[in-house]
């Protein structure tokens, strides 16, 4: 083959691979036309191949021939490249682009639940008197929700019909007592606890009354503690909760659990409502923890956290608070 066949077939060659190379549409095909001309075993090492039989004049004219075609390639190549990664950029941007003139897809904010914000405002209140939030299981054993708080077998609260027996003798329990009992299995006095949590009562549901509900219990054990430092306790915290000018009563009772026991009512409404139950700790249940009742004295109070909620917002029925009622809801 002579120096001027090869010419010619390095110009077809070139005037080949530019065209191809204009109508690549995509990255990969451009990648394929660069193998497939400028490869080790592309069309142009093919050419080269027949340089062996030239003359030695002609070697030079004919590779420099050659090193035209392939910067001419390479170049066509990279502009190629360039333009096809810029028309991939612009297509992205295309498809990506924010109108920012539309509105946009709005989600609506959650409100916290009554039941919800009523517990937050009255942990609250007692953190800032020194207390410390304490959680237990809603499923308990009898010895925990009845015997080591100084309830007896033949106490109405474990009838039938006001507890809810699992098997294996569990039930759910009936009040958060049963956390006060385990906190003081493992701490020792001084110790100061409010237990918020979900009870279960078998009880018939009506405008006050329901078989599920939330109650908040607080529990003082130190040296020198009395019923004034109870009833001061309870004073503050109603007075935090309600206003400094509410009414507070406070009712002798009974309660398995503490002596002497006391309701307490505020005056809403013009009414008496009663919203609480309280005492001083029975030794029994001290004695039941490992406590030196001849040492240590306690108070405890249980709040009705419905009930609270219900007096905070004035509401008429407690079965509001469960129905997930939208229109109620939004109110708070």
């Known amino acids: 083959m002579s120096a001027s066949d090869l010419e010619r077939e390095l110009a077809d060659l070139k005037q080949t691979a530019i065209a191809a190379i204009a109508t690549a549409a995509d990255l990969d095909r451009l990648e394929q036309l660069r193998v497939q ?27 420099a021939r050659a090193n035209d075609v392939k910067q001419a390639l390479q170049t066509s190549l990279e502009g190629a490249r360039n333009n096809l990664e810029a028309a991939a950029i612009a297509a992205q941007l295309a498809s990506e682009t924010l109108d920012v003139t539309l509105p946009g897809v709005g989600r609506p904010l959650g409100r916290k639940h009554p039941l919800n ?49 699992l098997p294996g003798g569990k039930l759910l329990r009936t009040h958060t007592s049963s956390v006060q009992i385990r906190y003081m299995e493992r701490h020792a006095p ?45 004073v503050e915290f ?6 400094t000018e509410l009414e507070v009563r ?38 039941a923890v490992g406590y030196d009742p001849e040492r240590y004295t306690g108070f405890a109070a249980g709040f009705g ?27 708070f």
């Open 250 to 287: 406070f009712r002798a009772s009974y309660f398995p659990f503490t002596e002497p026991s006391a309701e307490v009512d505020v005056r809403w409404q013009g009414k008496w409502l009663e919203v609480l139950g309280c005492g001083m700790v029975d030794p029994n249940v001290l004695k």
């Open 190 to 234: 001084p110790i100061r606890i409010a237990a918020p949590g979900r009870v279960y009562r078998r009880d018939t549901v009506d405008a006050t009354h329901s078989a599920v509900f939330h109650q908040l219990e607080i529990l003082s054990v130190e040296e020198g503690l009395s019923f004034t430092d109870l009833r001061g306790t309870i």
């Open 37 to 63: 001309f400028l490869g080790k075993k592309g069309q142009l090492s093919q050419v080269l191949r027949g340089m062996g039989k030239l003359s030695t004049d002609e070697r030079p004219r004919v590779g």
């Open 117 to 165: 914000s009523t517990i937050d405002r009255m942990i609250e209140i007692f953190i800032g008197l020194g207390y410390t939030v304490a959680e237990g299981s809603e499923i308990e054993t009898d010895y925990y929700n009845f015997e080591a708080l100084n309830t007896p077998p033949d106490h109405p609260a474990r009838d039938m019909q006001d507890t809810f027996y």
């Open 238 to 243: 109603l007075r935090q909760m309600f206003g």
């Open 305 to 331: 956290v419905e009930r609270f909620a219900m007096v905070l917002h004035r509401m008429d029925d407690i079965r509001r608070l469960y129905a997930s009622d939208l229109r109620f809801l939004r109110q």
